[in-house]
């Protein structure tokens, strides 16, 4: 039918099974033990996702690389700020 939008393809339903609906998922707010888990994980085995999820059981490789970013910002502002209230003091 002319207009009618094309059926998904089998590797578009398998993508979408695996990254948004897998009742397995975990979507739950990642904890502070989760957090330093995958910055653990990250420095042991660099950018390897799939290794790095297979320790963290629920989350998606797709989801690691942004919290690791996000975890390593906040990290990096928290240093600075300490490190801010060293030279305030002199």
């Known amino acids: 039918m002319p207009g009618s939008s094309p059926k998904p393809s089998l590797l578009l339903c398998v993508y979408r099974w695996y990254n948004h609906l ?3 998922i ?5 904890t502070p033990q989760e957090d330093a888990t995958l910055m653990q994980a ?6 390897k996702w799939a290794d ?3 320790l963290l059981p629920g989350r998606l490789v797709l989801h690691l690389h942004p919290v ?10 928290a240093l600075d ?10």
């Open 22 to 24: 897998d009742p397995s």
């Open 26 to 30: 975990n979507r739950d707010p990642w």
């Open 42 to 47: 990250h420095r042991n085995f660099g950018n």
């Open 52 to 54: 790095i999820a297979k």
């Open 68 to 77: 690791m970013i996000s975890v390593q910002a906040q990290c990096s502002k």
């Open 81 to 90: 700020s300490y490190f801010m209230s060293f030279v305030t003091e002199f």
